[in-house]
């Protein structure tokens, strides 16, 4: 092996690496964050199944799929929040936020536009993401008892 064989399979293996650890795994904790609060909700609520949210992982597909699991997510966690009697919370949790971020993710397709469109997609992403776990955290604290909500105590 030439040294110059050497060094393309170590750029190869690095470019790998800052794939996985840049755009990979946060992807994959995302996901996870969506489909635990997915599985908070009920069956009878979930407008979406949480195994099509790793669909999100398919390069370009995800722009279009994107708006779809925001669409799904508000409307499963709003009829998870009416069925427990929780009206505090926005018919749709999380959907403008969440709709922001899809709009700046096609947009950042968008020569020279798409630079400032992919940082506010990634500050719009990453809110979207933690609005989520909260909602989350949410459900953990109101569970359905009988016809009145129940709210656990410190809440």
Known sequence: MTPVESIRIMAGLLALAVFLGVLLIPSIFYILTLSKA??????????????????LLIPLFNLIWHFLVVSAMAQSLGNEFRMRGVM?????????????MCICGVCGLIPILGILASLAGLILWI????????????????RYVGAAPYVAPGM
């Open 38 to 55: 997915l599985n908070k909700c009920s069956p009878a609520s979930r407008t979406i199944q949480p195994g099509s949210l790793w669909l």
């Open 88 to 100: 505090s919370v926005e018919p749709e949790p999380g959907k403008s936020p969440g709709m922001a």
């Open 127 to 142: 809110m979207y993401w933690f609005k989520i776990a909260e909602f989350s955290r949410q459900l953990d604290a109101v």
